[in-house]
């Protein structure tokens, strides 16, 4: 190869970069898309699925949107599954979308890439580590919530707001709880059991995504008086009634939430948080 050819090829692929990774202005990068980008990059700090980003960049960049959008998807699916929730090494990244990076630049379709990766992802396994999970970060806690109220209210157009003071991550069962006298019979059975507390209290399930407004009246207060609104002494506000997402909604039907009781009721959200969650970040994209 020569020189110029060299060169050439460094600016292309600059090119490529900066419509990838730093101003995302080219036509094919759609809204939705950057937001994908964000999530990979800022969020899950998934920054080994760049080369096979670069390689669908290369395929179908100002070619193929649809192709690009669904490498783009893989790739935040794949490692936000295999890193992320199931807390495999990161190199896993390098190795095998460095492989299905390759399998593009032969020629191959996003349906063989699609299907090699899942060998490298089973459903159940996701589903499991999902079900365990439990992280202090903000950003990943916001980034799971949201992306499960998004794949739920896909059909509605009802989706949370990006990260922002309008929205906010809801401690079900409270981070710390009131020692005012008049509350300290509330959430008994979390101060009979303080290891138990610290080891729930960031388990996915026992988190949502709440607005604003709402989150700062619900404070600590006891599961009945944050989901119905009626505080102590009487006093009337909003609640978990009051909110337009699907995740609060469910902890107002005591249909799907009867109780909010026990550790074992986190347990139990948290395995149908799973559920969902095979389907959000599925690879069948």
């Not at 964000?38 to 949107?65: N, Q, Y």
């Not at 095998?96 to 890439?113: F, I, P, Q, T, W």
């Not at 903000?138 to 059909?155: M, N």
Request: with cysteine.
């Amino acid at each position: 190869m020569g020189v110029k050819s060299l060169v050439d090829g460094w600016v292309e692929r600059a090119q490529l970069l900066q419509y990838m990774h730093v101003d995302k202005s080219h036509s094919y990068i759609t809204d939705e898309t950057k937001q994908d980008l964000e999530h990979i990059s800022k969020v899950l700090g998934l920054t080994l699925t760049w080369p096979f980003l670069m390689a669908a960049a290369d395929r179908f960049l100002g070619t193929d949107k649809a192709s690009l959008r669904r490498c783009i998807k893989l790739a935040e699916n794949f490692g936000f599954r295999v890193v992320t929730i199931e807390g495999q090494d990161p190199k896993i990244l390098e190795n095998e979308l460095g492989g299905v990076a390759r399998m593009l630049a032969a020629g191959s379709g996003v349906d063989e890439v699609r299907d090699e990766l899942k060998k490298h992802s089973a459903d159940g396994d996701f589903e499991g580590a999902f079900s365990r999970y439990s992280t202090k970060r903000p950003k990943i806690q916001f980034y799971i919530l949201a992306t499960i109220e998004k794949y739920l209210g896909s059909s509605s157009g009802l989706i949370p707001a990006e990260h922002s003071p309008r929205q906010h991550i809801e401690h079900i069962m409270p981070k710390k709880l009131s020692e005012a006298k008049k509350r300290k019979m509330e959430w008994n059975w979390v101060r009979a059991d303080r290891d138990a507390h610290a080891r729930y209290v960031d388990r996915i399930g026992n988190l949502c995504v709440l607005e604003a407004d709402i989150n700062s009246r619900v404070g600590n207060h006891e599961f009945s008086a944050k989901r119905d609104g009626n505080y102590p002494g009487g006093t009337v506000g909003k609640g978990y009634k009051d909110s337009r997402l699907h995740l609060p909604a469910e902890l107002v039907s005591k249909t799907i939430t009867p109780r909010w009781d026990s550790f074992g009721c986190i347990e139990d959200r948290q395995v149908r948080l799973a559920e969902y969650a095979v389907n959000t970040w599925t690879l069948d994209v």
